[in-house]
């Protein structure tokens, strides 16, 4: 169960984006469901998607959201990822495996603190 509500009208703004992510993967994530409630953020999101196809192939895009969902410790993000990287980008389990284990770690990130002048 859900601890949004996930909206299931779609915003005319939204719409082409929405259809074109629902095509791609045969359903409806729940969170574009939601991201499509701001057309700014949606398209925002398809922007950066559209410059990162430009510059990192499907796989390495892949590999690194799976790092940064297990670094995040986010199982949704997780288990989407997961998917699209094994169906779309070609991700072996291995390479996937090796991703989560690499960063299934705590990480202490140093904390800086400046001034703001």
């Given at each position: 169960?859900?601890?949004?509500?996930i909206p299931?009208?779609i915003?005319?703004?939204?719409k082409?984006?929405?259809?074109?992510v629902?095509?791609q993967?045969?359903l409806t994530?729940?969170?574009?469901r939601i991201?499509?409630?701001s057309?700014?953020?949606?398209n925002?999101w398809?922007?950066l998607?559209?410059a990162l196809?430009k510059?990192l192939?499907?796989?390495t895009?892949?590999?690194i959201a799976l790092?940064?969902s297990q670094?995040n410790?986010?199982?949704?993000c997780?288990?989407?990822h997961?998917?699209?990287?094994?169906?779309?980008?070609?991700?072996?389990?291995?390479e996937?495996n090796?991703?989560?284990?690499?960063?299934d770690t705590e990480?202490?990130?140093?904390?800086?603190?400046?001034e703001?002048?």
């Amino acid at each position: 169960m859900s601890r949004i509500a996930i909206p299931q009208n779609i915003p005319a703004e939204s719409k082409a984006v929405v259809d074109a992510v629902s095509r791609q993967l045969k359903l409806t994530p729940n969170l574009f469901r939601i991201m499509a409630q701001s057309p700014q953020a949606l398209n925002g999101w398809a922007g950066l998607q559209g410059a990162l196809s430009k510059t990192l192939d499907m796989k390495t895009r892949d590999g690194i959201a799976l790092a940064v969902s297990q670094v995040n410790g986010c199982q949704y993000c997780l288990s989407a990822h997961s998917y699209v990287a094994a169906e779309f980008a070609g991700l072996s389990s291995d390479e996937a495996n090796f991703v989560n284990n690499v960063f299934d770690t705590e990480i202490d990130f140093p904390v800086v603190e400046k001034e703001i002048a």
